[in-house]
Protein backbone atom coordinates (compact mmCIF):
# COMPACT_ATOMS: atom_id res chain seq x y z
CA UNK A 1 0.00 0.00 0.00
CA UNK A 2 1.43 3.30 -1.09
CA UNK A 3 1.74 5.57 1.76
CA UNK A 4 0.14 8.85 2.39
CA UNK A 5 2.89 11.55 3.88
CA UNK A 6 0.30 13.76 4.79
CA UNK A 7 -2.12 11.79 6.72
CA UNK A 8 0.48 9.79 8.64
CA UNK A 9 1.81 13.38 9.75
CA UNK A 10 -1.55 14.59 10.17
CA UNK A 11 -2.22 11.29 12.52
CA UNK A 12 1.27 12.18 14.17
CA UNK A 13 0.52 15.68 15.52
CA UNK A 14 -2.99 14.01 16.50
CA UNK A 15 -1.54 11.48 18.37
CA UNK A 16 0.88 14.29 20.08
CA UNK A 17 -1.90 16.47 20.94
CA UNK A 18 -3.70 13.88 22.37
CA UNK A 19 -1.31 12.97 25.07
CA UNK A 20 -0.60 16.30 25.51
CA UNK A 21 -4.18 17.28 26.22
CA UNK A 22 -4.24 14.11 28.07
CA UNK A 23 -1.47 15.42 30.45
CA UNK A 24 -2.66 19.28 30.99
CA UNK A 25 -6.02 17.99 32.71
CA UNK A 26 -3.66 16.04 35.14
CA UNK A 27 -2.25 19.85 35.71
CA UNK A 28 -3.70 23.27 37.66
CA UNK A 29 -1.91 25.62 34.67
CA UNK A 30 -4.07 27.96 33.44
CA UNK A 31 -5.56 27.82 30.22
CA UNK A 32 -3.98 30.27 28.62
CA UNK A 33 -0.37 28.87 29.48
CA UNK A 34 -1.44 25.23 27.98
CA UNK A 35 -2.43 26.71 24.52
CA UNK A 36 0.94 28.32 24.64
CA UNK A 37 2.56 25.60 25.51
CA UNK A 38 0.47 23.07 23.15
CA UNK A 39 0.89 25.10 20.15
CA UNK A 40 4.25 25.99 17.47
CA UNK A 41 5.37 28.87 17.61
CA UNK A 42 6.57 29.45 14.39
CA UNK A 43 6.95 27.72 10.98
CA UNK A 44 9.15 28.27 7.92
CA UNK A 45 8.98 26.40 4.48
CA UNK A 46 10.99 27.50 2.15
CA UNK A 47 11.46 26.36 -2.12
CA UNK A 48 14.60 26.56 -3.27
CA UNK A 49 16.65 25.93 -6.64
CA UNK A 50 19.35 23.71 -7.54
CA UNK A 51 20.96 22.67 -10.09
CA UNK A 52 21.61 19.28 -10.69
CA UNK A 53 22.85 17.23 -13.48
CA UNK A 54 22.73 20.58 -15.60
CA UNK A 55 18.74 20.90 -14.77
CA UNK A 56 17.49 23.35 -12.13
CA UNK A 57 15.21 21.18 -9.41
CA UNK A 58 13.13 23.12 -6.71
CA UNK A 59 13.75 21.67 -3.28
CA UNK A 60 11.58 22.34 -0.42
CA UNK A 61 12.40 22.25 3.33
CA UNK A 62 10.64 23.10 6.29
CA UNK A 63 12.06 24.24 9.74
CA UNK A 64 9.88 24.56 12.68
CA UNK A 65 10.33 26.49 16.37
CA UNK A 66 7.71 24.83 19.00
CA UNK A 67 8.60 26.93 21.75
CA UNK A 68 11.21 29.58 22.93
CA UNK A 69 10.69 29.33 26.64
CA UNK A 70 14.24 28.10 26.62
CA UNK A 71 16.64 29.29 24.03
CA UNK A 72 18.67 28.37 21.74
CA UNK A 73 15.84 25.83 20.11
CA UNK A 74 16.77 22.34 19.80
CA UNK A 75 16.12 19.68 16.86
CA UNK A 76 17.33 17.08 13.78
CA UNK A 77 16.83 17.58 10.24
CA UNK A 78 15.09 15.18 8.59
CA UNK A 79 15.98 14.03 4.87
CA UNK A 80 13.01 12.17 3.46
CA UNK A 81 10.55 12.07 0.52
CA UNK A 82 7.55 11.74 2.98
CA UNK A 83 8.30 14.37 5.03
CA UNK A 84 5.26 16.65 5.67
CA UNK A 85 4.50 19.92 7.91
CA UNK A 86 2.71 17.94 10.03
CA UNK A 87 5.06 15.54 10.84
CA UNK A 88 7.62 18.12 11.57
CA UNK A 89 5.34 19.66 13.45
CA UNK A 90 4.68 16.74 15.77
CA UNK A 91 8.62 16.08 15.97
CA UNK A 92 9.46 19.99 16.60
CA UNK A 93 6.67 19.10 19.56
CA UNK A 94 7.86 16.31 20.80
CA UNK A 95 11.55 17.68 21.51
CA UNK A 96 10.20 20.81 23.55
CA UNK A 97 9.08 18.22 26.00
CA UNK A 98 11.67 16.03 25.51
CA UNK A 99 14.12 18.60 26.34
CA UNK A 100 12.14 19.52 29.12
CA UNK A 101 11.87 15.81 30.57
CA UNK A 102 15.82 15.02 30.79
CA UNK A 103 16.46 18.94 31.91
CA UNK A 104 18.09 20.06 28.81
CA UNK A 105 18.24 23.79 28.83
CA UNK A 106 16.44 24.47 25.39
CA UNK A 107 12.94 25.09 23.48
CA UNK A 108 11.91 22.59 20.59
CA UNK A 109 12.21 22.40 16.68
CA UNK A 110 12.76 20.05 13.98
CA UNK A 111 13.14 20.76 10.44
CA UNK A 112 13.13 18.57 6.72
CA UNK A 113 14.15 18.48 3.42
CA UNK A 114 11.43 16.65 0.79
CA UNK A 115 14.24 14.21 -0.46
CA UNK A 116 15.49 11.15 -0.93
CA UNK A 117 18.81 11.08 -0.17
CA UNK A 118 19.55 7.95 -1.66
CA UNK A 119 18.83 9.35 -5.27
CA UNK A 120 21.19 11.92 -5.14
CA UNK A 121 25.42 11.88 -5.21
CA UNK A 122 27.32 12.84 -2.62
CA UNK A 123 28.06 15.98 -4.57
CA UNK A 124 24.20 17.15 -5.00
CA UNK A 125 23.46 16.45 -1.01
CA UNK A 126 26.52 18.94 -0.31
CA UNK A 127 24.81 21.54 -2.53
CA UNK A 128 21.16 20.42 -1.04
CA UNK A 129 22.27 20.91 2.78
CA UNK A 130 24.27 24.10 1.93
CA UNK A 131 21.35 25.57 0.10
CA UNK A 132 18.98 24.66 2.75
CA UNK A 133 21.31 26.05 5.56
CA UNK A 134 21.67 29.30 3.39
CA UNK A 135 17.86 29.71 3.58
CA UNK A 136 17.65 29.00 7.23
CA UNK A 137 20.64 31.80 7.87
CA UNK A 138 19.34 34.31 6.74
CA UNK A 139 16.05 33.83 8.54
CA UNK A 140 18.26 33.82 11.83
CA UNK A 141 17.04 30.09 11.96
CA UNK A 142 20.28 28.85 12.79
CA UNK A 143 22.98 29.60 15.39
CA UNK A 144 24.24 28.71 18.74
CA UNK A 145 21.81 31.67 20.23
CA UNK A 146 18.68 30.87 18.26
CA UNK A 147 18.19 27.42 16.81
CA UNK A 148 20.59 24.52 16.57
CA UNK A 149 19.87 21.33 14.44
CA UNK A 150 21.30 17.77 14.63
CA UNK A 151 21.09 15.10 12.64
CA UNK A 152 18.47 12.77 12.29
CA UNK A 153 16.65 10.14 9.87
CA UNK A 154 18.29 10.59 6.00
CA UNK A 155 21.22 12.86 7.67
CA UNK A 156 24.41 12.58 9.98
CA UNK A 157 27.64 13.70 10.78
CA UNK A 158 28.37 14.63 7.46
CA UNK A 159 25.47 17.14 7.02
CA UNK A 160 25.76 18.83 10.08
CA UNK A 161 29.48 19.48 8.40
CA UNK A 162 28.54 21.00 5.97
CA UNK A 163 26.11 23.47 7.47
CA UNK A 164 28.27 24.28 9.79
CA UNK A 165 31.00 25.27 7.62
CA UNK A 166 28.47 27.25 5.53
CA UNK A 167 27.16 28.78 8.93
CA UNK A 168 30.90 30.24 9.91
CA UNK A 169 31.47 31.35 6.30
CA UNK A 170 28.28 33.44 6.67
CA UNK A 171 29.31 34.27 10.41
CA UNK A 172 33.04 34.65 9.47
CA UNK A 173 34.59 35.91 13.21
CA UNK A 174 32.31 34.44 15.65
CA UNK A 175 33.90 32.30 17.91
CA UNK A 176 31.05 30.34 19.18
CA UNK A 177 30.04 29.04 14.97
CA UNK A 178 30.64 25.56 16.06
CA UNK A 179 28.07 25.48 18.53
CA UNK A 180 25.37 25.93 15.27
CA UNK A 181 24.71 22.57 14.99
CA UNK A 182 25.07 19.38 16.62
CA UNK A 183 26.19 15.63 16.07
CA UNK A 184 29.06 17.14 13.87
CA UNK A 185 32.58 14.87 13.15
CA UNK A 186 34.89 15.11 16.38
CA UNK A 187 37.48 16.64 14.41
CA UNK A 188 35.25 19.47 13.63
CA UNK A 189 33.83 20.16 17.23
CA UNK A 190 31.47 17.15 17.48
CA UNK A 191 32.00 15.26 20.79
CA UNK A 192 32.50 11.39 21.44
CA UNK A 193 29.93 9.44 22.58
CA UNK A 194 27.55 11.14 20.58
CA UNK A 195 27.14 8.27 17.69
CA UNK A 196 25.71 5.96 20.03
CA UNK A 197 24.35 8.49 22.57
CA UNK A 198 20.38 7.49 22.06
CA UNK A 199 20.61 3.78 21.36
CA UNK A 200 23.28 4.31 24.73
CA UNK A 201 20.28 6.09 26.37
CA UNK A 202 17.50 4.20 25.28
CA UNK A 203 19.31 0.83 26.93
CA UNK A 204 19.79 3.22 30.26
CA UNK A 205 16.23 4.08 30.55
CA UNK A 206 15.15 0.37 29.71
CA UNK A 207 17.68 -0.69 32.70
CA UNK A 208 16.66 1.51 35.35
CA UNK A 209 12.91 0.53 34.66
CA UNK A 210 13.94 -3.12 35.05
CA UNK A 211 15.41 -2.31 38.37
CA UNK A 212 12.38 -0.69 40.09
CA UNK A 213 10.83 -4.13 41.63
CA UNK A 214 7.50 -2.52 41.98
CA UNK A 215 7.02 -2.60 37.93
CA UNK A 216 8.43 -5.80 36.97
CA UNK A 217 6.43 -7.89 39.84
CA UNK A 218 3.58 -6.08 38.41
CA UNK A 219 4.93 -7.57 34.74
CA UNK A 220 5.67 -10.29 35.69
CA UNK A 221 9.17 -10.03 35.35
CA UNK A 222 12.37 -10.65 37.45
CA UNK A 223 14.26 -7.74 38.02
CA UNK A 224 17.45 -6.53 36.33
CA UNK A 225 18.15 -7.53 32.46
CA UNK A 226 19.39 -10.99 32.21
CA UNK A 227 17.56 -13.60 30.50
CA UNK A 228 15.15 -10.84 28.91
CA UNK A 229 14.08 -11.58 25.86
CA UNK A 230 14.69 -8.84 23.05
CA UNK A 231 12.80 -7.78 20.02
CA UNK A 232 14.17 -4.31 17.99
CA UNK A 233 12.53 -2.94 14.80
CA UNK A 234 15.03 -0.76 13.23
CA UNK A 235 18.30 -1.98 13.08
CA UNK A 236 19.95 1.63 12.33
CA UNK A 237 21.97 3.78 14.54
CA UNK A 238 19.76 4.33 17.62
CA UNK A 239 18.19 0.20 17.04
CA UNK A 240 22.44 -1.17 16.60
CA UNK A 241 23.24 0.48 19.85
CA UNK A 242 20.95 0.05 22.02
CA UNK A 243 20.28 -3.85 21.49
CA UNK A 244 24.31 -4.00 21.77
CA UNK A 245 24.14 -2.85 24.87
CA UNK A 246 20.96 -4.63 26.27
CA UNK A 247 23.17 -8.10 24.75
CA UNK A 248 26.18 -7.21 26.66
CA UNK A 249 24.27 -6.60 29.90
CA UNK A 250 22.86 -10.30 29.30
CA UNK A 251 19.63 -9.89 27.55
CA UNK A 252 18.87 -11.80 24.77
CA UNK A 253 18.18 -10.44 21.33
CA UNK A 254 15.53 -12.97 19.40
CA UNK A 255 14.06 -10.41 16.65
CA UNK A 256 15.48 -8.10 14.04
CA UNK A 257 12.97 -6.42 12.01
CA UNK A 258 14.02 -3.92 8.89
CA UNK A 259 12.53 -2.61 5.87
CA UNK A 260 13.68 -5.72 3.34
CA UNK A 261 12.79 -8.54 6.00
CA UNK A 262 13.27 -9.54 9.38
CA UNK A 263 15.36 -12.00 11.44
CA UNK A 264 14.18 -14.28 14.42
CA UNK A 265 15.78 -16.86 16.39
CA UNK A 266 14.39 -17.65 19.90
CA UNK A 267 17.92 -18.62 21.24
CA UNK A 268 19.14 -14.96 20.68
CA UNK A 269 21.28 -13.70 17.53
CA UNK A 270 24.17 -12.19 17.38
CA UNK A 271 24.03 -8.41 16.74
CA UNK A 272 28.12 -7.92 16.07
CA UNK A 273 27.36 -10.92 13.28
CA UNK A 274 24.49 -9.28 11.92
CA UNK A 275 26.01 -6.03 11.82
CA UNK A 276 28.86 -7.58 9.55
CA UNK A 277 26.49 -9.72 7.69
CA UNK A 278 24.69 -6.33 6.73
CA UNK A 279 27.79 -4.46 5.38
CA UNK A 280 28.53 -7.52 3.39
CA UNK A 281 25.06 -7.91 1.60
CA UNK A 282 24.30 -4.58 0.63
CA UNK A 283 23.17 -3.24 4.06
CA UNK A 284 20.67 -5.98 4.29
CA UNK A 285 19.96 -8.01 7.40
CA UNK A 286 18.34 -11.01 5.33
CA UNK A 287 19.38 -14.62 4.75
CA UNK A 288 21.63 -14.17 8.13
CA UNK A 289 22.74 -17.76 9.08
CA UNK A 290 21.99 -17.53 12.84
CA UNK A 291 18.59 -16.76 12.42
CA UNK A 292 15.34 -17.45 10.55
CA UNK A 293 14.75 -14.67 7.61
CA UNK A 294 10.91 -13.35 7.53
CA UNK A 295 9.79 -11.97 5.24
CA UNK A 296 6.83 -9.92 6.71
CA UNK A 297 8.77 -8.10 8.75
CA UNK A 298 5.85 -6.23 10.34
CA UNK A 299 4.59 -9.45 11.74
CA UNK A 300 8.05 -10.06 14.32
CA UNK A 301 6.60 -7.28 16.58
CA UNK A 302 4.07 -9.38 17.67
CA UNK A 303 6.61 -12.53 18.34
CA UNK A 304 7.04 -13.55 22.17
CA UNK A 305 9.54 -11.41 24.07
CA UNK A 306 9.73 -9.58 27.01
CA UNK A 307 10.63 -6.21 25.32
CA UNK A 308 10.23 -4.67 22.19
CA UNK A 309 12.11 -1.62 20.89
CA UNK A 310 10.38 0.02 18.08
CA UNK A 311 13.04 2.19 16.65
CA UNK A 312 12.05 2.83 13.24
CA UNK A 313 9.89 5.62 11.98
CA UNK A 314 6.19 6.83 13.78
CA UNK A 315 2.92 4.80 13.48
CA UNK A 316 4.51 1.02 13.60
CA UNK A 317 2.02 -0.07 16.32
CA UNK A 318 -1.25 0.73 15.71
CA UNK A 319 -5.11 -0.53 16.20
CA UNK A 320 -4.62 -3.08 13.92
CA UNK A 321 -1.86 -5.14 15.39
CA UNK A 322 -1.29 -3.87 19.26
CA UNK A 323 -3.94 -7.01 20.26
CA UNK A 324 -1.25 -9.13 19.33
CA UNK A 325 1.64 -7.37 20.44
CA UNK A 326 3.25 -9.84 23.17
CA UNK A 327 6.18 -7.48 24.64
CA UNK A 328 5.56 -6.71 28.22
CA UNK A 329 7.23 -3.24 27.74
CA UNK A 330 6.77 -0.92 24.71
CA UNK A 331 10.34 0.67 24.52
CA UNK A 332 10.17 3.60 22.41
CA UNK A 333 13.19 4.35 20.59
CA UNK A 334 11.84 6.26 17.57
CA UNK A 335 9.57 9.32 17.81
CA UNK A 336 5.67 8.18 17.79
CA UNK A 337 6.20 4.38 17.17
CA UNK A 338 2.83 3.75 19.06
CA UNK A 339 -0.72 5.47 18.20
CA UNK A 340 -2.97 6.54 20.30
CA UNK A 341 -5.27 3.89 19.39
CA UNK A 342 -2.68 0.98 19.98
CA UNK A 343 -1.86 2.87 23.45
CA UNK A 344 -5.02 2.50 24.74
CA UNK A 345 -5.10 -1.19 23.38
CA UNK A 346 -1.41 -1.94 25.20
CA UNK A 347 -2.05 -0.06 28.61
CA UNK A 348 -5.59 -2.73 28.69
CA UNK A 349 -3.49 -5.58 28.81
CA UNK A 350 -1.34 -4.25 31.22
CA UNK A 351 1.88 -3.32 29.10
CA UNK A 352 4.32 -0.76 30.41
CA UNK A 353 5.59 1.90 27.66
CA UNK A 354 8.84 3.60 28.03
CA UNK A 355 7.73 7.04 26.39
CA UNK A 356 9.81 8.15 23.23
CA UNK A 357 10.00 12.08 24.99
CA UNK A 358 11.89 10.37 27.96
CA UNK A 359 13.98 7.14 26.49
CA UNK A 360 15.00 8.75 23.18
CA UNK A 361 16.18 11.58 24.63
CA UNK A 362 19.49 10.33 24.61
CA UNK A 363 20.48 12.25 21.56
CA UNK A 364 19.60 15.90 22.83
CA UNK A 365 21.19 15.13 26.00
CA UNK A 366 24.57 14.34 24.59
CA UNK A 367 23.94 16.92 21.61
CA UNK A 368 23.44 19.32 24.59
CA UNK A 369 27.08 18.41 25.69
CA UNK A 370 28.41 19.22 22.34
CA UNK A 371 26.77 22.77 22.11
CA UNK A 372 28.35 23.46 25.96
CA UNK A 373 31.55 22.00 24.52
CA UNK A 374 31.30 24.57 21.41
CA UNK A 375 30.40 27.89 23.58
CA UNK A 376 32.99 26.85 26.15
CA UNK A 377 35.63 26.37 23.59
CA UNK A 378 37.43 23.58 25.47
CA UNK A 379 37.35 19.42 25.31
CA UNK A 380 35.69 17.92 28.45
CA UNK A 381 37.83 16.20 30.61
CA UNK A 382 40.84 18.53 29.48
CA UNK A 383 41.24 20.42 32.37
CA UNK A 384 40.90 17.74 35.11
CA UNK A 385 41.89 14.16 33.84
CA UNK A 386 45.86 14.92 34.85
CA UNK A 387 44.86 16.48 38.02
CA UNK A 388 42.47 13.06 38.48
CA UNK A 389 45.38 10.23 37.42
CA UNK A 390 48.01 12.32 40.09
CA UNK A 391 45.23 12.22 42.83
CA UNK A 392 44.60 7.96 42.51
CA UNK A 393 47.99 7.31 42.05
CA UNK A 394 48.65 9.00 45.45
CA UNK A 395 45.78 6.75 46.54
CA UNK A 396 47.25 3.75 45.09
CA UNK A 397 50.65 4.29 46.54
CA UNK A 398 49.53 4.72 49.66
CA UNK A 399 47.31 1.67 49.65
CA UNK A 400 50.88 -0.73 48.61
CA UNK A 401 52.76 0.95 51.05
CA UNK A 402 49.53 0.71 53.96
CA UNK A 403 49.05 -3.01 52.80
CA UNK A 404 52.55 -3.64 51.33
CA UNK A 405 50.52 -5.33 48.65
CA UNK A 406 51.74 -4.23 45.18
CA UNK A 407 49.48 -4.18 42.79
CA UNK A 408 49.68 -5.57 38.62
CA UNK A 409 50.51 -3.20 36.10
CA UNK A 410 47.01 -3.52 34.89
CA UNK A 411 45.43 -2.88 38.00
CA UNK A 412 47.30 0.21 38.41
CA UNK A 413 46.23 1.48 35.26
CA UNK A 414 42.61 1.02 35.83
CA UNK A 415 42.45 2.31 39.56
CA UNK A 416 44.49 5.47 38.37
CA UNK A 417 42.91 6.47 34.69
CA UNK A 418 41.32 9.87 35.01
CA UNK A 419 38.15 11.17 33.06
CA UNK A 420 38.31 11.79 29.25
CA UNK A 421 35.85 12.59 27.49
CA UNK A 422 34.12 9.88 26.29
CA UNK A 423 33.72 8.22 29.84
CA UNK A 424 32.31 11.86 31.23
CA UNK A 425 29.74 12.52 27.98
CA UNK A 426 28.58 8.54 29.22
CA UNK A 427 28.34 9.14 32.71
CA UNK A 428 26.35 12.27 31.99
CA UNK A 429 24.19 10.44 29.81
CA UNK A 430 23.51 7.98 32.52
CA UNK A 431 22.71 10.39 35.27
CA UNK A 432 20.99 12.40 32.88
CA UNK A 433 18.61 9.04 32.39
CA UNK A 434 18.42 7.90 35.48
CA UNK A 435 17.34 11.05 37.48
CA UNK A 436 14.28 11.73 34.73
CA UNK A 437 13.36 8.05 35.12
CA UNK A 438 12.90 8.96 38.65
CA UNK A 439 11.43 12.60 38.24
CA UNK A 440 8.50 10.89 35.82
CA UNK A 441 7.99 7.90 38.06
CA UNK A 442 7.75 10.05 40.73
CA UNK A 443 4.87 12.36 38.92
CA UNK A 444 2.96 9.35 38.47
CA UNK A 445 3.25 8.21 41.97
CA UNK A 446 2.34 11.62 43.83
CA UNK A 447 -0.46 12.80 41.18
CA UNK A 448 -3.56 10.58 41.61
CA UNK A 449 -4.81 11.48 38.25
CA UNK A 450 -1.56 10.22 36.64
CA UNK A 451 -1.68 6.39 35.45
CA UNK A 452 1.36 5.85 32.86
CA UNK A 453 4.42 6.72 32.27
CA UNK A 454 4.09 8.67 29.26
CA UNK A 455 1.46 11.31 30.81
CA UNK A 456 3.48 11.27 33.60
CA UNK A 457 6.29 12.60 31.53
CA UNK A 458 4.33 15.07 29.66
CA UNK A 459 2.71 16.28 33.13
CA UNK A 460 6.41 16.62 34.23
CA UNK A 461 7.32 18.81 30.97
CA UNK A 462 4.54 20.93 30.80
CA UNK A 463 4.97 21.90 34.58
CA UNK A 464 8.96 22.85 33.97
CA UNK A 465 7.64 25.13 31.06
CA UNK A 466 4.66 26.38 32.92
CA UNK A 467 7.48 27.55 35.67
CA UNK A 468 9.89 29.05 32.43
CA UNK A 469 6.66 31.34 31.45
CA UNK A 470 5.73 32.13 35.20
CA UNK A 471 9.55 33.32 35.72
CA UNK A 472 9.22 35.39 32.12
CA UNK A 473 6.26 36.98 33.80
CA UNK A 474 3.92 36.81 30.52
CA UNK A 475 1.79 34.90 32.61
CA UNK A 476 0.03 35.96 36.22
Not at 99 to 114: D, E, L
Not at 239 to 248: D, I, T
Not at 336 to 355: N, S, W, Y
Not at 412 to 439: C, P, W, Y
Amino acid sequence: MQRNPDAEGTKFLADVHHYYDKAAACTDLPSGMLQQIRFCNSVFKVKFPVEIDGKVQTIEGIRVQHSNHKMPTKGGIRYSRFVSEDEVKALATLMTFKCAVVNVPFGGAKGGVKISPSKYSERTLEKITRRYASELIKKNLIGPASDVPAPDYGTGQREMAWIADTYMTFKYGDTNAQGCVTGKPVGLGGIRGRTEATGLGVFFGIREALEQTELTKNLGLSPGLAGKRIIVQGFGNVGYHAVKFLQESGAIVVGIAEQDGALYNPDGIDVEAVLAHRKQNKWSITNFEGAQTIKDSGSVLEKPCDILIPAALENQIHAENADRIQAKIIAEGANGPVTQEAEKILLEKGKLILPDLYLNAGGVTVSYFEWLKNISNVRFGRLQRRAEEAHFRGLVDFVERSTKHSLSAQEKKFLTQGSDELALVRSGLEDTMIEAFHEILGVMQQNKKVTDLRTAAFVNAIEKIGLSYENMGIFP
